[in-house]
Nanobody
Framework: QVQLVESGGGLVQAGGSLRLSCAVS????????MGWFRQAPGKEREFVAG????????YFTDSVKGRFTISRDRVKNLAYLQMNSLKPEDTAVYYC???????????????????WGQGTQVTVSS
């Protein structure tokens, strides 16, 4: 069973940067796709970015393209979400999640993910 622990959230001014980390533990990590989701108060959880643990192929939602990058370190078993040019509308709780790619679910759909971290708060002030 894969386990995930996020870190790196905080308070930042608009235009600033934060890097979120997700510590990944467990077996058969090469079979997993790592996603970052966020949920703002009163809104549904939405896909932000994702990366294939094995291939490194990445996906982004349109609102973060050009501002956020995602990466993984297969030696340290860490996934990262680098967030630049942050906006107040990026304020949310950010979650790291893992999906077993062998089940061929959607990388964009939160219900297809098998494991979730506890979440970390990101607040962007204007």
């Amino acid at each position: 069973q894969v386990q995930l622990v996020e870190s790196g959230g905080g308070l930042v001014q608009a235009g600033g940067s934060l890097r979120l980390s997700c510590a990944v533990s467990g077996r058969a990590l090469s079979s997993y796709f790592m996603g970052w989701f966020r949920q703002a108060p009163g809104k549904e959880r939405e896909f932000v970015a994702g990366i294939s643990w094995s291939s490194g192929y990445t996906y982004f939602t349109d609102s973060v393209k050009g501002r956020f990058t995602i990466s993984r370190d297969r030696v340290k078993n860490l996934a990262y979400l680098q967030m630049n040019s942050l906006k107040p509308e990026d304020t949310a709780v950010y979650y790291c999640a893992a999906e077993d790619q062998r089940r061929k679910g959607s990388v964009y759909r939160s219900g297809d993910y098998d494991v979730w971290g506890q979440g970390t708060q990101v607040t962007v002030s204007s």
